[in-house]
Every structure is written in C-alpha cells, then in structure tokens.
C-alpha cells in the first residue's frame, strides 16, 4: 500500500491508524527555525533564531506580544502563526473587557488547542502547519507551553522545537535541568542563547539573526533584539573560540 492513498485529506485513517495530514504539519514544524523555551518559578523565557529568504531581505519575526503577561514565539508557517497570534490577542482583549483581568495562560493555551483540534477534524479544513511556544505568568507562576498541530499541548521545564531542536534540548538537559530555580532572568537568557548557538551549523550567532523575549514577576512581557543581545552573544562566541582553542591543544599534547 502506498501513503499516498490515505493523505488526501485530514480524515482518512491508514490501517496503521495515522492520519498523514496531521503528520505532515508536524513535520512542517520541524523544518521550521528553532525556538526554545525555559522558565523557573519566577521568569520565562523564550528564544528564536530567524531566517531571512535572501541576503537582500530583512528577517522574519517569529516572537510575538499577545498581552503584557504573555507573549508566543513560533516555528513552520509564519502565515498561520500570525493567524493564531491574532485569534489570542482577541481573546485576551476580550477577557480583559469582560473580568477586567489578565487572562490565564493555561486558559488560553487550551482555548488554542480547542481551535487547532478542530483542523484535524473537518474534511473542509487542514491542520495549522505551525507550533507555538507560549511563554507567560499568572497567579500561578511562570509558564512554558507548546501547542502542536495536532492539537494536543504540553507545559515544560524547558523545551526546543524546530529544525536541528535536538542539539538544543540535548544542551538544556544538561545544562538547565539542575539549578534552574535558583537562576536570574539574565542567567535563563543567556542559556537560552547558547543552545540557540548549539543549533546552528552555518554561520555564528549575531544581533541581527536571533531574538529573545522575558515575562516574570513584576516583569511584563519585553522583546530583546538587535544591541541588547550584544553583551550576551559577544560572551558566548568568546566561550565557543576558548573551547575550540583547548579542543585543539589536547591532540597536539597527546602526539608528544
């Protein structure tokens, strides 16, 4: 039996009960830019590294505000990302005229989940070719969530997502799994950068080609681009060019 037979739309299942639709647009995050996510109890953070088509070209933003506690960066399709984007910005306008509050971020995330669902479902509709990455702070603390495709959700410690996300949540696992409560804001942004700086395989980290965003306690929702990465980026090429020197010192001692 070939694929092709069970994908023409999202609600034909194979024998192997899979729904190619919904598969596809998971993989359509995947080959997305990168984003990653962490919080401790106090701040969340979230980064993205953006593309640019051509060198001619400005880059794409993929961190955006949706309220002042809370923001999404996202990864695959930009174009369904703003759509999403614009459905949670109603929604927290909405909330705030009716209950004069902020709006729960789990609330929301869920609402999301609700609406991406109901893509997977309609032979008329597809799937959001999108993942989003939520990162807020209510009365319950700081939060990080993705939403994917399918429309399930899941809140995490800390989280990658997008093309080469392996290396990062390999650095995050070591990196940030111990220790995370106790570290500042500037510390989970500079460890979101650097497994950033752990995805990529052309070129180096720089100002133009990266984006972070924080939200915490008595810290509303602030995107960090262009010179206020400088310090952070010029420290982490630093720490790279040390690690090459000492990598390339060892097997010239062991030749001796």
Known sequence: MFRNQYD?????????????????AMEAVKQGSVAVGIKNSKYAVIGTIKR??????????KIFKIDDHLG??????????????????????????????AMSVGRLVRQVADKAQVGTQRSWKRPYGVGLM??????????VYYNCPSGNYYEYKAFAMGSRSQAARTYLERRVSE?????????????????????????????????????????PFT???????????????QEADDQEEEEGVRPMEEEQ
């Open 134 to 143: 939520s990162a807020g702070y209510d009365e319950n603390g700081a939060h």
């Open 52 to 61: 640019s088509p051509s060198e001619l070209s400005s880059y794409q933003r």
């Open 72 to 101: 999404i960066a996202i990864s695959g399709l930009t174009a369904d990302g703003r759509i999403l984007c614009r459905y949670m910005r109603n929604e927290c306008l909405n909330h705030r005229y009716v209950f004069d509050s």
């Open 179 to 219: 220790g995370r409560e106790e570290m500042s804001k500037e510390e989970l942004i500079g460890h979101a950068l650097r497994s950033l700086h752990s995805t990529l395989q052309d070129g180096d980290l720089n100002v133009r080609n990266c984006s972070v965003a924080v939200v915490g306690e008595d810290q």
């Open 8 to 24: 023409t739309d999202v609600v034909t299942w194979s024998p192997q009960g899979r729904i190619f639709q919904v598969e596809y």
């Open 223 to 237: 995107l960090l681009e262009g010179e206020a990465l400088r310090g952070w980026i010029e420290e982490i090429l």
